[in-house]
């Protein structure tokens, strides 16, 4: 899930649960420009917006508990394109969430 908390961003989570979020960079702000408070979350940057309305400049993606499922059986609407670096980036970080969640981890949860 993707929040905004009333566009705030991190300022609302608490310290012991940011490490569970992701940045997202919506296209309108240049990765240069993009400023990330946190620097142990990861940015993952839209690369371009495919419908819908302007994002937001306060979002961040709950990573904690990836959820895998085969496309075919679930309806997915594709509202956006994630840049190449960010998609590897979000790979790793799903395979890490997978793998703590695995081995039962508490943090995850």
């Keep these: 899930p993707i929040f905004t908390f009333h566009e705030t961003g991190f300022e609302t989570v608490h310290d012991d649960k940011r490490h569970r979020y992701a940045y997202v960079r919506p296209p309108h702000i240049?990765?240069?420009n993009f400023k990330a408070v946190e620097k142990d979350n990861p940015v993952i940057g839209i690369e371009k917006l495919l419908h819908g309305p302007r994002?937001?400049?306060?979002m961040i993606a709950r990573v904690a508990e990836p959820e895998h499922?085969?496309?075919g059986t679930h309806s997915v609407r594709v509202i956006a394109k994630l840049d190449a670096e960010s998609f590897e980036k979000l790979k790793e970080v799903v395979a890490r969430r997978s793998e703590e969640r695995r081995?039962?981890?508490r943090d995850v949860d």
Aim: neutral net charge; without cysteine; glycine residues 8%.
């Design 55 to 58: 994002l937001s400049d306060f």
């Design 30 to 32: 240049a990765a240069e």
């Design 103 to 105: 081995l039962g981890y």
């Design 69 to 71: 499922r085969k496309l």
